[in-house]
């Protein structure tokens, strides 16, 4: 499975499957117009932008369209690349009719036209032995530097998210999953050791 290193996003839970059983990858849904509402997850694109870059890649349709134009808004241009899916007439097996337009969506993409369209549009595909993936951080790591599971973990993922610009209200499940987008093992340990020095 080929490894790509910015974050996709795409519009919904159905392409996110299509996607990950395609890449890996890290993908974040918009839950469609979801998107234009929720700060948080807008915050946290606009981070994970500045560290990894991101891969627009919505449907060909009208919706699709409104949802890649504001997060062309919302993130800043340099670290934006878009993923064009082509237009194919058609319906996904899942759904009983084709959508208003007639299109296939994200989700109804061969896994050779998802890679295409990555490709082009610059994608970077990674090596499994980067030390970003061969040495994750764990669960097991952020209670041994006090950010899970102790007396005063959740002041210091606190200070943490504020220091790396990240929503405030994130679990530390979820922080676990973005600190792996944004930094490796043994940044987040030299990171944690200057704050407590």
């Known amino acids: 499975m080929m490894r790509v290193r910015e974050l996709i996003v795409v519009e919904g839970r159905y392409d996110k499957c299509a996607l ?6 890290t993908i974040v849904e918009t839950s469609g117009f979801g998107i234009f509402k929720d700060k948080e997850k807008q915050k946290l694109l606009r981070t994970l932008a500045r560290e990894r870059g991101i891969i627009i890649l ?3 349709d009208g919706a699709g369209l409104v949802i890649r134009n504001f997060l062309k808004a919302i993130v800043e241009p340099k670290y934006i690349k878009n993923a064009y899916i082509p237009e194919i ?3 996904e097996r899942r759904k009983s009719s084709p959508s208003k337009e007639g299109k296939l969506g994200v989700e109804g993409m061969r896994p050779e036209i998802i890679i295409n369209a990555l490709k082009n549009a610059g994608a970077t595909f990674e090596d499994a032995e980067s030390p970003r993936y061969s040495e994750p951080i764990t669960k097991a790591d952020l209670y041994a530097i006090g950010l899970s599971g102790g007396a005063g973990s959740a002041a210091a993922r606190l200070i943490l998210q504020k220091k790396l610009d990240l929503p405030q209200k994130m679990s530390s499940n979820a922080l676990l999953e973005v600190l792996n987008i944004i930094t490796t093992k043994k940044e987040l340990f030299e990171l944690i050791l200057k704050n407590q020095q």
Do not use: N, Q
């Open 58 to 60: 919505t449907d060909s």
């Open 89 to 91: 007439e058609g319906k």
């Open 20 to 25: 990950s059983s395609t890449i890996d990858a």
